[in-house]
């Protein structure tokens, strides 16, 4: 078997030491988990894990880092779902096993952005990671409005806040109290704020004009 090169011990090194701290963080949370705990989860000695991270803000963020990448997979394949009425059922039949699996990691981010905002350049971090997150997801956006020739109601970055404040309240919801609101409510609030046959009708599927649409909504709430 042929040896490792220095780059890829170092890579092994922080891939076994961010598995650790998922671990470490999940079962102690942000605050009470410490570096110590996150190097003897990993097999390593507290040196290892700064010489990979610089703090224990860092290695919270390179795993945030990490779990976006994941979710903007799985965005990416949902949207590249051309017809409304598929993305809805795929949406519908995912939100409940996301959520069992997300939880954890739901949790801890709430706990670190109530940190953020009491230190500003965790906070500034945790900033430049949601501008980067609604962008992607406005490209996202903006791609199947185009597939299908429309114009979305809203411009696309604020669709993304939207969708993103969506979906942290939900699980918010969800978490404090369980079965209070039903799963599907998460699929059919994305499918209204992202994909343009909501906008045309207010059901997937149908042709009525987005910009009436819009109107007709905004003229009831004024």
């Known amino acids: 078997m042929a040896r490792l090169t220095r780059a890829e011990r170092?890579?092994?090194t922080r891939a076994r030491l961010l598995d650790a701290a998922g671990q470490v963080f999940a079962r102690r949370g942000f605050h009470a988990a410490t570096v110590d705990e996150v190097a003897d989860a990993a097999g390593y000695t507290k040196g290892a894990v700064y010489s990979n991270f610089a703090n224990k803000d860092e290695l919270f963020l390179?795993?945030?880092d990490q779990r976006v990448a994941a979710q903007l997979q799985q965005v990416e394949a949902l949207y590249a779902i051309e017809s409304s009425e598929e993305l809805l059922a795929a949406l519908r039949g995912r939100t409940e096993r996301e959520f069992a699996a997300a939880r954890d990691f739901g949790v801890l981010m709430v706990e670190f952005s109530l940190y953020a905002m009491r230190n500003p350049t965790a906070q500034a971090e945790l900033a430049k990671r949601y501008r980067?997150?609604?962008g992607r997801l406005a490209e996202l956006i903006t791609?199947?409005?185009?597939?299908?020739?429309?114009?979305?109601?809203r411009p696309p970055e604020q669709l993304a806040a939207l969708a993103l404040a969506t979906d942290a309240g939900l699980f918010l919801q969800y978490s404090v109290e369980p079965g209070a609101l039903p799963w599907e409510l998460h699929a059919e609030a994305m499918i209204q704020?992202?994909?343009?046959?909501?906008w045309r009708s207010g059901e997937p599927g149908s042709r009525t004009?987005?910009?009436?649409r819009w109107s007709s909504r905004s003229a009831g709430s004024s």
């Open 143 to 153: 791609k199947r409005y185009a597939r299908q020739q429309s114009s979305p109601p």
């Open 132 to 134: 980067q997150l609604r």
């Open 209 to 212: 004009p987005t910009s009436s």
């Open 193 to 198: 704020l992202l994909d343009p046959t909501y």
């Open 10 to 12: 170092r890579q092994q």
């Open 62 to 64: 390179a795993l945030l």
